[in-house]
């Protein structure tokens, strides 16, 4: 019948934890045949594959091509712990800023010796020499443009602080601590309490303990293992300054890369509006009440209920700096690449401020795809997507599909409903990535104090350091670290201080994007399914993949041309 899938082909059952760095062509793996299980047949009867045999890398081919100089990475979210180690010499410490518990900027010093009198909090101008006049206008009238000079003038001369306490990354920061290891997780080196470990020097020339001996840490890999990430610590408050001067610094501290794994809640912007059939049905005698429902909110929203603990008091614009910020992210992404998830709800659009993305700036939007070829069950697409990248897969239950996890004790009570749908394959891979360790960590493993509190006694995935993840946030990480690629691989070739646009960047990952791909260790290409409207997979499909699945190796070989 139309619309229906072929049956699956199944994947090793034991795959690699690197899986997505190999669909990316980040790296060469040979998985070898994968065994085609019978339904009937039990699956430990085929669970001896062997491991895969890890091959040449993208980064062999950037430090052949020339000097190794890292991409400096932004990445505006959460926070990431500083702690973890396979990120602790990958995060730069001495930039990276928490604009949520200070509005001029926030920086941890770690207490070292408690017996030294000290003062707890210094003062220290963060945004010290900030000029954003190369910018140009932007756009904006020159009112606004007035008033966002006014904010940087206010930010250029601030102070925010240096805090000697523990660090608030260490409780909140699961989020952020996840992306960061997808972009430039490294393998962990032995800490001071694992003496005797001969010492080792990295790529830039520093020595370094060896290999850590803790059997709960992985020889885990991001991205691109040999660029800093900054880390640009925001809230989910609707506070639109804090998000201005995450933008603001990124663009102060001359970064390669900004990368925003979420959407920002900007009251108008971030609406998702509704579509032209529910909009028709709307207009139906039928519904004509649910109309004059809609018409009233519509109303409130406006300002016209009169005690709306939020409303803007008279005489004031509240869209005035949400507009700015649009136009300040536009602006920034000309120069500077900022990478954006699509959004995790299943629409046929996407979240703010990734459906800024447009082919004359440098937004880079981006959904997720499953080992299957098929889009995530979640991942958000439609006008504006650039390219897809891994991830994990979620249930679909809607009159256009069915996505079921076989796997599901009642998956047998889906079957279908009675109803004659297509049956699009669930994927169970997911990406693995680095965790906070403890009860505030995605799989609350391994919590330090889990001899006091007995019911935090969980071991984790690798003792707590690591969770399963997914969603477009973590397939807009993977594409940061292939932007950090290109940048670092240009900088090969022009020297440290050498930066590609934004447009640039963006230009050279969709040439390095492929439709016609399979996400490997999958056999399936990329196939189109039906989510939101009868007869969607019939759309082109960029819909779905935009420019498609990139692939990290031409991106660098493009990099590294004249």
Not at 303 to 329: C, Y
Not at 464 to 472: A, H
Request: glycine fraction near 10%; aromatic fraction near 8%; charged fraction near 20%.
């Amino acid at each position: 019948m139309p619309g229906e899938i072929e049956a699956p082909q199944a994947v090793p059952l034991n795959y690699y934890y690197l899986w997505h760095l190999t669909a990316l062509g980040v790296i060469d793996a040979d998985y070898g045949p994968p065994p085609l299980v019978p339904p009937a047949l039990d699956q430990s009867a085929v669970s001896a594959v062997a491991d895969p045999v890890i091959g040449a890398t993208v980064w062999d081919t950037i430090a052949a091509a020339g000097p190794v100089h890292p991409a400096r990475v932004a990445l505006i979210d959460v926070g990431v712990s500083r702690d973890h180690p396979n990120l602790t010499t990958r995060l730069d410490r001495e930039a990276s800023l928490d604009l949520t518990t200070h509005r001029y900027g926030a920086r941890i010093e770690p207490i070292l010796d408690t017996t030294t009198s000290f003062d707890r909090e210094e003062r220290q101008a963060f945004f010290s020499g900030l000029n954003i006049a190369p910018l140009g206008s932007l756009g904006l009238s020159n009112d606004d443009r007035d008033y966002l000079n006014d904010i940087a003038a206010e930010y250029a001369a601030s102070e925010g602080v240096v805090r000697r306490l523990y660090t608030p990354e260490s409780l909140f920061a699961s989020h952020g601590t996840c992306c960061a290891g997808l972009i430039v997780g490294e393998p962990a080196v032995a800490s001071e309490i694992e003496g005797g470990v001969l010492p080792v020097e990295n790529a830039f020339g520093d020595t370094l303990p060896g290999p850590s001996t803790n059997r709960n840490v992985l020889p885990y890999f991001g991205v691109d293992p040999f660029s800093k990430l900054i880390s640009i610590r925001t809230s989910f408050e609707d506070d639109v300054r804090q998000f201005i001067a995450a933008f603001l610094y990124a663009y102060h501290q001359k970064v390669d890369v900004i990368v925003v794994p979420r959407g920002f809640p900007d009251p108008k912007r971030s609406r998702v509006e509704p579509k032209n059939e529910l909009k028709a049905d709307l207009e139906s005698w039928k519904n004509q009440d649910i109309a004059d429902l809609f018409a009233r909110i519509a109303v409130a929203e406006q300002g016209g209920i009169e005690l709306e603990p939020k409303l803007a008091q008279k005489g004031s614009n509240s869209d005035r700096a949400w507009r700015i910020l649009k136009r300040l992210i536009i602006g920034i992404s000309k120069r500077i690449p900022i990478v954006c998830a699509a959004g995790n709800s299943g629409e046929s659009q996407l979240i703010y401020p990734a459906n800024l993305a447009s082919d004359n700036n440098g937004i880079i939007a981006v959904g997720a795809v499953t080992a299957e070829g098929f889009r995530s069950g979640y991942s958000n697409y439609g006008e504006g997507l650039t390219v897809v990248a891994p991830a994990d897969d979620s249930e679909v239950f809607n009159r256009h599909q069915l996505r079921v996890d076989t796997l599901f004790p009642f998956a047998a009570q889906h079957d279908n409903a009675g109803f004659r749908l297509p049956a699009y394959q669930y994927s169970h891979l997911s990406l693995l990535t680095t965790d906070l360790s403890g009860v505030f960590g995605y799989d609350m493993g391994s919590a330090p104090w889990s001899s006091i509190v007995p019911f935090t006694a969980n071991p984790g995935v690798g003792g707590g350091y690591y969770t399963t993840f997914g969603g477009t946030s973590g397939a807009s990480a993977q594409v940061g670290g292939i932007c950090a690629l290109i940048q670092r691989a240009h900088k090969s070739q022009s020297g440290a201080d050498a930066r590609l646009t934004g447009t640039e960047v963006k230009a050279i990952l969709q040439e390095a994007s492929s439709l016609d791909t399979v996400v490997a260790p999958g056999r399936r290409p990329l196939t189109a399914d039906c989510m939101n409207a009868d007869g969607e997979d019939s759309q082109e499909m960029a819909y779905f993949f935009g420019s498609g699945l990139p692939d990290a190796r031409a991106a660098v070989a493009a990099a590294l041309s004249p």
